[in-house]
């Protein structure tokens, strides 16, 4: 998803000591080949950063009164491969140009903000573009949801990215479909599909996470960031082997509102095994002081072998994963809105 992911990959390593105690190295995959570096959130920082088997039980809080979430898994999978019909998606390329146009085209009569603007990258200049669908609710405040649609520069035409940059440009499109054509009973929840999430060259504080370091640099500046109540990143979640990782540069109080609202749909078991650092688009928002959590699963196959490479391919995901990640955010959603 996000800027092209590094060449590290999270490397998970197991100690048997008295009793199995596992720990995960996770960083950026650094970009040493185009096999090795196609495009997808940013999962791990360049920076080696621990993750470790998660420990704290949130604390239990009040269900929502609402009924709970149930979103069509297969819905939300159709247009994963609708997205993954473009082909490679970079910053730049037909593929991304096809995409953009074919989100803008599923908004259609809702109120959508394009921020567009020129980034200067290792490798020339780029038209970078986030899209924000904003619906409105009858409270005071947004919620925000954001995942990136673009994928690895430059990768070979057989990457597709269905996990990287697939799963979350889809998850949005299936939320949008949620919220359209209706006033919410909460926060106005604003969808964005962010742009130059992924690195050009290698990932860096300058080379990488283009579209959020530019929207958050505008929220600050003209008052959106003191509304934002909570921001939710989505990102690799289509994983048939579901295992949402605890982001432990999150706030806290969102991220225990995101497995407490796990917990209240029986998904928990899907969520906080294992815990460590990961730089994606949620850490612009984190500097000027938005609450953000980054929901991601970085254990993508055996040692993250599929993760920015060919394999990223639509058989490698599955319908019920999409559907309890986009399950769970509605229902953060609404824990949100109940504090």
């Known amino acids: 998803m996000n800027s092209p992911l590094l060449t590290v990959r999270c490397i998970?390593?197991?100690?048997?000591?008295?009793?199995?105690?596992?720990?995960?190295?996770?960083?950026k995959p650094e970009q040493t080949t185009a096999a090795a570096a196609s495009g997808a959130a940013t999962p791990a920082s360049d920076s080696n950063s621990a993750a470790k088997?998660?420990?704290?039980?949130?604390?239990?809080?009040?269900?929502?009164?609402?009924?709970?979430?149930?979103?069509?898994?297969?819905?939300?999978?159709?247009?994963?491969?609708e997205v993954v019909a473009f082909g490679s998606r970079p910053v730049g390329s037909p593929g991304h140009a096809k995409l953009e146009q074919y989100i803008l085209s599923k908004l259609k009569g809702v109120d959508v903000e394009q921020d567009k603007f020129t980034a200067e990258t290792p490798v020339g200049k780029f038209a970078i573009n986030n899209i924000i669908a904003k619906f409105p609710g009858r409270e005071d405040g947004i919620i925000v949801v954001a995942g990136h649609y673009d994928t690895n520069y430059p990768l070979p035409k057989t990457y597709v990215g269905a996990n990287?940059?697939?799963?979350?440009?889809?998850?949005?499109?299936?939320?949008?479909?949620q919220f359209r054509g209706r006033t919410l009973d909460g926060y106005s929840v604003w969808l964005v599909w962010t742009d130059g999430e992924e690195a050009f060259?290698?990932?860096?504080?300058?080379?990488?996470?283009?579209?959020t370091r530019q929207l958050a640099e505008k929220w600050e500046k003209d008052g959106t960031a003191g509304k934002?109540?909570?921001?939710?990143?989505?990102?690799?979640?289509?994983?048939?082997?579901?295992?949402?990782?605890?982001?432990?540069?999150?706030?806290?109080?969102?991220?225990?509102?995101?497995?407490?609202?796990?917990?209240n749909l029986?998904?928990?078991?899907?969520?906080?095994?294992?815990?460590?650092?990961?730089?994606?688009?949620?850490?612009?928002?984190?500097?000027?002081?938005?609450?953000?959590?980054d929901i991601i699963d970085l254990d993508y196959g055996y040692n993250n072998v599929f993760h920015h490479?060919?394999?990223?391919?639509?058989?490698?995901?599955?319908?019920?994963?999409?559907?309890?990640?986009?399950?769970?955010?509605?229902?953060?959603?609404?824990?949100i809105n109940a504090r």
């Open 201 to 211: 060259v290698k990932w860096t504080a300058t080379d990488s996470l283009y579209g």
């Open 266 to 293: 029986g998904y928990q078991s899907h969520f906080y095994k294992m815990q460590g650092g990961v730089d994606d688009d949620h850490m612009p928002f984190l500097k000027i002081g938005v609450p953000a959590v």
């Open 164 to 177: 990287d940059g697939g799963s979350s440009t889809a998850m949005l499109l299936a939320l949008a479909d």
């Open 228 to 263: 934002i109540k909570a921001l939710m990143v989505v990102d690799m979640l289509g994983d048939a082997d579901l295992d949402v990782l605890k982001e432990t540069r999150s706030t806290p109080w969102l991220s225990e509102l995101v497995y407490q609202a796990a917990s």
């Open 309 to 335: 490479t060919p394999q990223d391919t639509i058989d490698k995901l599955s319908p019920q994963s999409l559907a309890i990640s986009t399950d769970v955010v509605l229902e953060t959603i609404q824990l």
């Open 53 to 81: 088997p998660s420990v704290s039980t949130p604390p239990a809080q009040s269900a929502p009164s609402g009924p709970k979430p149930n979103v069509d898994g297969n819905h939300v999978m159709r247009y994963v491969k």
């Open 12 to 27: 998970v390593v197991l100690a048997l000591l008295t009793l199995s105690i596992v720990t995960v190295a996770c960083s």
